[in-house]
Structure formats: structure tokens, C-alpha cells
């Protein structure tokens, strides 16, 4: 599209106006909330730019911190020692963050999917991001009834076709809503990367311990849980539903009609 942002563009427009520190994250936030740029992942494009831009030199970017990025203008003049770019690969998982876990999504709805057809389990990063089908995410999920958890699974095949099952078996009328916890991180085009082969002893405890405090919300852990790098997903109507419920609307007003004229 003529006139459109590049990324260091957008991301100089929004550390601009912010005239501070922000996160890379709250950076990929705003750009998406805004439409600066489009993106199924935002934060990795964000951090894969501030990165190069670093390494190759004369960067307006600052690295402050974990994650943590300024304007070079926004510093005040003086000798100060300039933190060495990081990584893209610890960039993205927020220095350097290693969980299992690349993407999640809390209590989307089941009445929002579509379960015959094509499998689809549409979310988003942020507002303004674009769409991405988690339909072929591996990992665990939550079966919910409200606000309560009834069911735990794990989707080693695929994540659609274990909820898919679910919609016929005994747990059926049970469930409304679901949770998942994917090994599956989000690529920039929107396609989904494969999980690690391997992890530490240590990952797989702070995988652990993150899940079970994302999912159970104790109210005495005020964290998340360490390395816990996944990116929680916001659920996105199919949009197949909304045509489906035009289609009904149009077809009983037809019926009104035809009743009326006889």
C-alpha cells in the first residue's frame, strides 16, 4: 500500500509520542491499536526490527533493559554506555524467557467456533492485529464450565480436532467455554512454527508452574510464573457464524413475506 509505515517508522511514531521507556510488547500493542501496521504477530516484528536496527548501528533505538527500548533523543546528551542488542530469539521471548509455552488463550467460547468444516480456532494478539488459526496447535487445554474447570486435556494430534471430539462425547452439554495452552509460537505472516524438540529440567518446571498459575489464578502468586513466554491470544469470531445468522434472518423474513401474500 503507497504510504504505508515501515516497522521502524511506526515504531519511532509510537516511542515518539510516548517520550519514555516501553516495552516491546506495549510497543506491538500500540502499533496494532492504531493500524500503523498489520501483523499476525506484532511483537516479533517489533522486536526483530528494534534488534537489526541496534545491531547494524546508528540506530535512534535505546536498549534499556529486558525488553526495554527508548529513543536515543529522548536520553539526555552525555557519555553513557550502550547495552549491546540482544538476540532476536531472546528478544522475542523477552530476554531471556525459554518456557514451553509460545501461545495461550483463556476462556474463549464455544458457541464462537464452527465445528464442522474447515477446522478453524480464529485470535489475535491485539486489537488491530491480524487474524491466526490455532486449529493445528498442540498442547493442553481447559474445558470450563463458566467460570469453573471441569475438564483437562492434552492435544498432541491437533487442538481443534480434541475440542472438536468434545462437542459429541460425554463431556458435551457440560462445557461452554475452554482455555489452551499452545507449544506452537505465532510467525509473523500468521502461520504457526513447530515446537521445540527439547527442554531443560528446569523449563519444564517453570512451564508448570506458570500454567497452573495462569489457569488457576491463585490469589497469593502476584506473577505469572517465571519464563512464562507465551502470548495470550484474544478469541475472534468465525466470521462464518455471522453469515450463518444473516442467512436465517433473510430466510425468516422470506417466510414472513410468503405467509402475508397468500
Known amino acids: 500500500m503507497a504510504g ?9 511514531t509510537v516511542l515518539r509520542e510516548a517520550g519514555g521507556m516501553m516495552r516491546y510488547t506495549e ?7 492504531r493500524a500503523l501496521k498489520k501483523s499476525a504477530n506484532p511483537a516479533a516484528n517489533v522486536a526483530a526490527t528494534l534488534s537489526r536496527s541496534i545491531r547494524e548501528g546508528e540506530s535512534p533505538f535505546l536498549k534499556l533493559g529486558k525488553g526495554e527500548y527508548t529513543l536515543k533523543s529522548n536520553i539526555e546528551t552525555g557519555p553513557r554506555n550502550e547495552l549491546e542488542p540482544t538476540p532476536l530469539e531472546e528478544v522475542v521471548q523477552d530476554e531471556p524467557e525459554t518456557g514451553a509455552l509460545m501461545a495461550f488463550g483463556m476462556y474463549w467460547q464455544r458457541e464462537q467456533v464452527i465445528w464442522s468444516g474447515r477446522p478453524r480456532l480464529l485470535g ?9 488459526n490455532f486449529a493445528a496447535q498442540i498442547g493442553v487445554y481447559l474445558l470450563h464450565d463458566r467460570d469453573r474447570i471441569i475438564y483437562v486435556g492434552r492435544a498432541s494430534d491437533t487442538l481443534f480436532a480434541r475440542l472438536k471430539f468434545h462437542t459429541v462425547d460425554r463431556l458435551s452439554g457440560r ?3 475452554f482455555s489452551w495452552f499452545g507449544l506452537k509460537g505465532v510467525q509473523p505472516d500468521g502461520s504457526l512454527t513447530g515446537p521445540s524438540s527439547a527442554w531443560s529440567y528446569s523449563v519444564v518446571v517453570e512451564t508448570l508452574e506458570a500454567l497452573l498459575i495462569e489457569s488457576l489464578e491463585p490469589p497469593l502468586n502476584r506473577k505469572r510464573g517465571d519464563n512464562f513466554s507465551g502470548s495470550e491470544y484474544i478469541q ?3 466470521p ?10 433473510l430466510a425468516e423474513m422470506a ?5 402475508v401474500e397468500m
Open 240 to 249: 462464518e457464524i455471522e453469515r450463518h445468522r444473516r442467512r436465517k434472518i
Open 255 to 259: 417466510e414472513k413475506i410468503d405467509a
Open 124 to 132: 489475535r494478539q491485539s486489537l488491530g492485529a491480524s487474524n491466526v
Open 4 to 12: 504505508e509505515l515501515s516497522w521502524e517508522e511506526a515504531i519511532l
Open 175 to 177: 462445557w461452554d467455554r
Open 27 to 33: 510497543i506491538a500493542e500500540q502499533i496494532a491499536a
Open 236 to 238: 475472534v469470531v468465525d
